[in-house]
């Protein structure tokens, strides 16, 4: 097949949002997704309810995403999915559908690393937005996953620096849950913190050698500090909301940003692209562009539509897979815990 006709169909389901791409020659088509709002009143994603939703969405995400590209599904090169890491049923849905589509119409499968698909976004055609120079530092921040890469390549990738326990995502939700705000909290907290003073409150930050991080403590001081200043005024969480928000995410900002300066020191890469979930947040944004000014750095930040569970990002792996032929056995099974 010419090198000028690639369609890429890239299904995304390590979560809670169902999600498919169609790409051609590595430029979006089509990028659709179906969130799955049933998880906000338990605070947190059910994994039970989210299997069930994908086995409900998948179908008619994938005829949309197809029909929006304005193909027929035999045009289709190849089937990219996420094979991991992520939840078990969750995956299960997207891989055995990706299989199934490839042996119908009998075209090549292509598993992606959902982790490697957030870094890999940022080589999707996207007019106004430049692509890193290889080698660079990755970071990934999401709900499940906090982890700095050495990108030497496409597929040469190296985890140099990540959480020992909590990811950034975790604590966001976790520490709004004390705050009483609605899941997902990070876009909350971030929306608060833009109007409160990030120097109200002081939390500590943890001492972690080398490029791990640790977010536990973090959560922990702040179930401390909110009890006892709740004990003192019962008020006192609604009374400073904005100033609690910002003082936290500013810590948080501080965290990740004096890792990442250690890993440019360490590594002598100064060119840094952020992806996952929490990459949308504006305080690392900020924090990452006033950085680029002050310290000379080149800095890469995704269109935000690729920053959260998406489809492009897993159908960009795919085309670069497919220039390689490297190529999926139907036998493939999704795995929840997936290294690279």
């Known amino acids: ?4 006709n690639i369609y890429i169909l890239g299904i995304e389901s390590s979560c809670d949002d169902t999600a498919a791409s169609v790409l051609h020659n590595g430029k979006i088509l089509s990028n659709e997704i179906a969130t799955q ?3 906000e009143e338990y605070g947190g994603v059910v994994p039970e309810l989210a299997s069930r939703a994908h086995q409900q969405n998948i179908v008619p995400v994938i005829h949309q995403a197809i029909e929006k590209a304005g193909i027929k599904k035999e045009d289709l090169s190849a089937i990219a999915f996420t094979r991991g890491p992520g939840l078990m049923g969750s995956l299960l849905v997207g891989t055995s559908f990706a299989k199934s589509m490839a042996m119908a119409l009998e075209i090549p ?16 055609e996207e007019d106004g937005f430049e692509k890193p120079t290889f080698p660079f530092l990755g970071m990934t921040i999401s709900g499940g996953h906090t982890q700095i890469v050495k990108v030497n390549d496409y597929f040469k990738m190296e985890v140099i620096g990540e959480t020992l326990d909590d990811a950034v995502g975790e604590a966001f939700d976790k520490c709004g849950k004390m705050l009483e705000l609605p899941y997902p909290a990070g876009p909350i907290i971030d929306k608060y913190a833009k109007e409160g003073n990030p120097k109200a409150f002081q939390f500590p930050k943890p ?13 922990t001081s702040m179930l401390y500090f909110l009890q006892r200043e709740t004990e003192k005024n019962p008020n006192f969480i609604e009374e400073n909301l904005i100033d609690i928000c910002a003082s936290f995410q500013y810590t948080i900002v501080n965290i990740i940003l004096s890792k990442l300066k250690k890993a440019v020191k360490q590594t002598h890469i100064n060119r840094v692209a952020i992806g996952g979930g929490v990459s949308a947040n504006s305080g690392i944004r900020e924090a990452l562009q006033k950085t680029e000014k002050n310290l000379g750095w080149k800095t890469y930040i995704p269109k935000f539509e690729y920053t ?21 056995d139907t036998s493939v099974s999704a795995k929840s815990r997936y290294r690279f």
């Open 308 to 328: 959260t569970d998406n489809a492009a990002m897993i159908a960009i792996v795919g085309h670069y897979k497919y220039l390689n032929q490297d190529f999926t």
């Open 207 to 219: 001492n972690v050698k080398d490029l791990d991080f640790s977010f536990s403590g973090l959560k």
């Open 1 to 4: 097949m010419s090198s000028q």
């Open 109 to 124: 499968l292509i598993e992606v690393n959902h982790m490697q698909a957030h870094l890999l976004a940022h080589f999707i």
């Open 37 to 39: 709002k049933i998880h």
